[in-house]
T-cell receptor
Framework: GESVGLHLPTLSVQEGDNSIINCAYS??????FIWYKQESGKGPQFIID?????DKRQGQRVTVLLNKTVKHLSLQIAATQPGDSAVYFC????????????FGTGTRLLVSP | GAGVSQSPSNKVTEKGKDVELRCDPI?????LYWYRQSLGQGLEFLIY????????KSGLPSDRFSAERTGGSVSTLTIQRTQQEDSAVYLC????????????FGQGTRLTVV
């Protein structure tokens, strides 16, 4: 499966800073990618998505960058707020069928006031 | 309903007992996913449904785990003869089933095997 070890990587930032969370995905043929935010005790919540024919997409305070050459995704959060503290996961829709949603290693974001 | 609904939200069971976890997807969503998340870990894929069929069961950990979906809607994940290592949060998600649409998650069922 795609489970990871007990200790998720952690990114600690100050409120107001910009945050960058990175993710390496597994399948070069994947054509759709999603970032999810998971707060304690809750299910993952959709943040932003990007298709493989794009290299950048912007939302409100968030930007996703896709580098297919090195199979790398990043999530940039502008002016990070304490409410952004959560675990962030990237996910890809992989072949065959491009319906199976495969999650990458999560990153814990801690925002200090 | 407005979102993905899972029940129960919490379940404590004795080792060796069977449990059933239920997922009500968003109305009209044809794709349904089950994941398992152990404490402090990532999401482990279990099974995926498209309609009532399960084209991908590759993540089911053992033959004690099974899932079904009826009427293209509600799904049940069954764990037989539960073991302590089955303790985790079981998450369900649904999507419209098209290639490039996001999946929406329920709040999960926290299963504790004692």
């Amino acid at each position: 499966g795609e489970s990871v070890g007990l200790h998720l990587p952690t990114l600690s930032v100050q409120e107001g800073d910009n945050s960058i969370i990175n993710c390496a995905y597994s399948n070069s043929a994947s054509d759709y990618f999603i970032w999810y935010k998971q707060e304690s005790g809750k299910g993952p919540q959709f943040i932003i998505d990007i298709r493989s024919n794009m290299d950048k997409r912007q939302g409100q305070r968030v930007t996703v960058l896709l580098n297919k050459t090195v199979k790398h995704l990043s999530l940039q959060i502008a002016a990070t707020q304490p409410g952004d503290s959560a675990v962030y996961f990237c996910a890809e829709k992989a072949p065959p069928g491009f319906q199976k949603l495969v999650f990458g290693t999560g990153t814990r974001l801690l925002v200090s006031p | 309903g407005a979102g993905v609904s899972q029940s129960p939200s919490n379940k404590v069971t004795e080792k060796g007992k069977d449990v059933e976890l239920r997922c009500d997807p968003i109305s009209g969503h044809t794709a349904l996913y089950w994941y398992r998340q152990s404490l402090g870990q990532g999401l482990e894929f279990l099974i995926y449904f498209q309609g009532n069929s399960a084209p991908d069961k590759s993540g089911l950990p053992s033959d004690r785990f099974s899932a079904e979906r009826t009427g293209g809607s509600v799904s049940t994940l069954t764990i037989q003869r539960t073991q302590q290592e089955d303790s985790a949060v079981y998450l369900c998600a649904s999507s419209q089933g098209q290639l490039r649409t996001e999946a929406f998650f329920g709040q999960g069922t926290r299963l504790t095997v004692v």
